[in-house]
């Protein structure tokens, strides 16, 4: 319930302020399973818009432990299926509670797998998750501004979904598997991005620096 309210909220909120969405390919997305939905994580509210765009699918997501230090926000993202995670130094949790959940109950989950912003290095996570839950894996982009002023200035903003990866033809996860898992999803990156806009360029915003 409050998920529902939360993803109406954003998506109404969102409109107002920016209102020009377009998301292409939905019918992709599987009906009747979870699954694991990945794209290159851009900016801070990608996320956001792959849960409006996937909707009514309910998803779980990482979320960096520093987060639930604050109790408003920590209510506010635990009631929104977050579950947090130690970015320096993840436990066996990282890979136990999003297996738990995507076998256990109707959520599906929302992975980064550069796991930063601004990186194109793609890590073995998401392909160890979805080989333990038995589960697909399902790429997607985001194609819009990444800084606050653009999505004020109601810059065009398109997410697009992708055929869904199998990878139970992958029979050991081991370095060369992972490797191809990473593969798969970087070419269908490339691929929805090239589909959605052929002039397309990911364009970061500078990181700050660690004090």
Do not use: C
Request: hydrophobic share 40%; net charge positive; proline share 8%.
């Amino acid at each position: 319930m409050f998920y529902r309210f939360i993803r109406g909220f954003a998506k109404a909120l969102l409109f107002i302020i920016n209102g020009n969405a377009h998301y292409f390919d939905r019918e992709k997305l599987p009906k009747d399973e979870n699954y694991i939905l990945v794209a290159p994580h851009r900016t801070f509210w990608d996320p956001i818009y792959l849960a409006i765009g996937a909707s009514p699918k309910e998803f779980s997501f990482m979320a960096k432990e520093e987060l639930f230090k604050n109790p408003i926000l920590r209510f506010i993202i635990t009631h929104a299926h977050a579950f947090p995670v130690d970015r320096d130094n993840p436990g066996p949790s990282a890979i136990k509670t999003p297996v738990k959940l995507l076998k256990q109950t109707d959520l599906s989950l929302i992975m980064f797998p550069s796991g930063t912003r601004h990186s194109e290095d793609l890590k073995g996570g998401v392909a160890l998750i979805a080989k333990m839950a038995k589960v697909k894996i399902v790429p997607s982009v985001y194609q819009g501004p990444v800084t606050l002023g653009g999505v004020f200035k109601r810059k065009k903003i398109q997410v697009r979904f992708g055929d869904p990866i199998d990878i139970s033809d992958i029979k050991k996860l081991d370095k060369e598997g992972i490797k191809e898992v990473e593969r798969r999803m970087n070419e269908a990156f490339l691929l929805l991005d090239k589909k959605t806009d052929p002039n397309f360029k990911y364009l970061p915003t500078p990181e700050k620096k660690k004090k």
